[in-house]
């Protein structure tokens, strides 16, 4: 039934989602309407770092089974795969909501197109009924009804970076139809490549669920970061007292860090909000315990070095979590901004993008470039070079003996055998 499907959007999600289905066989027609990223593909080039995705979109093209164009084309299915940000955060200002253009886009470019008997699947993250209010009405402008000329369902991408490729066939996968027939065909679509479970429900059912795992983790964070800002202010090692709660059967407390970055997990929870500003108490809450983190950790940068001004700061990582080059809604970049901001001067360094660097800072080329100089040293991305980081190695660079640590992953002893006074995050100082 599915022999030729297009799918739109070739980011994150949609360029693995595209040379999955090519490499299994099915004719793929990948649209994006940016002629950059269609430049960077045919030529070979893949813009998005991930593990083994240089070597299935090489398998993909080579196949003959994936082309790109810059506008959808008849197809039996189409997979909508756009990015749906939140519009930006302003101190005091209104909650975030989704920015759908990019879905409507998408929508509008199918619909000259759509045919009886196709099926669209809409995997970007949206709040609840976006698939049924906003998708549905567009593509009827065709004069088919959706569910019953078309089918259409919603299908939320689970992956994690980092793991995508494998995520994408090992997980299970939801689809959720406007019709119990229209989630039929999703599973019949998906089931060419995915392993994992297929559950099948309904669409607004899909997209909460897909709502509620990333606020479920953003929350839980927000309880991790709380508690480690306790734990400083009582005199306590966060660290040892998590590990501790953790034994407990029924207990697993996530990781405090310096904030929750990246595209989902610290956006998605505003759309739920959104759907219901009146009774999301808790998740707005916790989505400012999680903002007001970077500024927590930059109070702690502060406090270990005296002061900011003119203190030069080694300041390592910025990606949003260890081992991925993704910069986006990153808690590291904030605080390096933030030092800045507040007179220090910052020597940012980012293994995965080292060109990159944050507003007010400069970026080196190496970590021994970063360090050189420096009077503290400050872990925001505990990246694997940057975990088995040597503190002599830092020594010898580093004229002063300050290291912060904003990922608890820096051993102590190690640190302060070479001389340096290592500040956690989430350690505070026992009282007598
Ligand atoms: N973080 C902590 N402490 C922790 C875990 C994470 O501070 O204990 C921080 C990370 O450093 C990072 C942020 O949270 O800044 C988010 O990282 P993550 O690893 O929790 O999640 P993402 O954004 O990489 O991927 C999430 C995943 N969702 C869940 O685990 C529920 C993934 O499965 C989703 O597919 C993805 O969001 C998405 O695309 O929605």
């Avoid at 799918?7 to 490499?23: E, Q």
């Avoid at 400083?232 to 090692?237: F, N, R, S, Y």
């Avoid at 990606?319 to 001067?345: C, F, H, M, T």
Wanted: proline share 7%.
């Amino acid at each position: 039934m599915f022999s030729k499907i297009c799918v739109i959007g070739m980011g994150y999600i949609g360029l693995p989602t595209a040379s999955t289905f090519a490499i299994h066989g099915v004719q793929v027609v990948g649209v994006d309407n940016n002629p950059e990223v269609l430049e960077a593909l045919n030529a070979g080039r893949v813009h998005i770092q991930e593990p083994g995705l240089r070597a299935l979109a090489e398998q993909a093209f080579g196949s003959g089974n994936l082309r790109l164009s810059r506008e959808p084309e008849p197809a039996d299915a189409f997979i909508i795969a756009v990015p749906t940000p939140a519009t930006p955060r302003v101190k005091g200002g209104a909650d975030p909501t989704a920015e759908l253009n990019s879905v409507i886009a998408a929508s509008q470019a199918i619909l000259p197109h759509l045919k009886a008997g196709n099926l669209v699947m809409l995997e970007s993250t949206c709040p609840p009924r976006t698939t049924l209010d906003l998708v549905a009405p567009i593509l009827e402008r065709s004069g088919l009804r959706a569910g019953v000329d078309f089918l259409l369902a919603y299908s939320p991408e689970r992956v994690l970076p980092g793991r995508i490729l494998q995520e994408l066939t090992e997980n299970a996968r939801v689809i959720g139809g406007v019709t119990p027939a229209s989630a039929e065909a999703g599973r019949e679509l998906y089931a060419l490549f995915v392993r994992g479970e297929i559950v099948l429900t309904d669409a607004t059912t899909a997209e909460m669920v897909k709502l509620m795992e990333n606020t479920s983790r953003d929350v839980s964070i927000a309880i991790a970061n709380e508690f480690a800002r306790l734990a400083e202010h009582v005199g306590v090692d966060v660290w040892e007292a998590i590990a501790i709660a953790n034994r407990h059967p029924r207990i697993n407390i996530l990781r405090p860090g310096p904030g929750v970055g990246g595209h989902c997990v610290s956006v998605d929870p505003w759309f739920l909000v959104q759907a219901d500003p009146e009774q999301a108490h808790l998740i707005r809450t916790a989505r400012q315990v999680n903002d007001d983190q970077p500024l927590h950790a930059v109070r702690l940068v502060e406090r270990a070095l005296g002061t900011l001004q003119g203190r030069k700061v080694a300041a390592l990582g910025l990606a949003y979590k260890p081992d991925v080059d993704d910069l986006r809604e990153s808690p590291a970049l904030e605080i390096a901004r933030l030092l800045a901001e507040q007179g220090a001067e910052v020597r940012t360094y980012e293994p995965h993008a080292p060109e990159r660097t944050a507003s007010g800072t400069r970026a080196a080329n190496s970590l021994q470039e970063a360090l050189t100089g420096a009077q503290a040293v400050v872990l925001l991305v505990d990246h694997k070079a940057f975990r088995e980081l040597e503190p002599a190695q830092a020594a010898a660079a580093m004229p002063g003996r300050v290291a912060v640590d904003l990922r608890g992953v820096w051993q102590p002893a190690a640190w302060e055998a070479a001389g340096f006074t290592l500040h956690t995050l989430g350690v505070g100082i026992p009282r007598g």
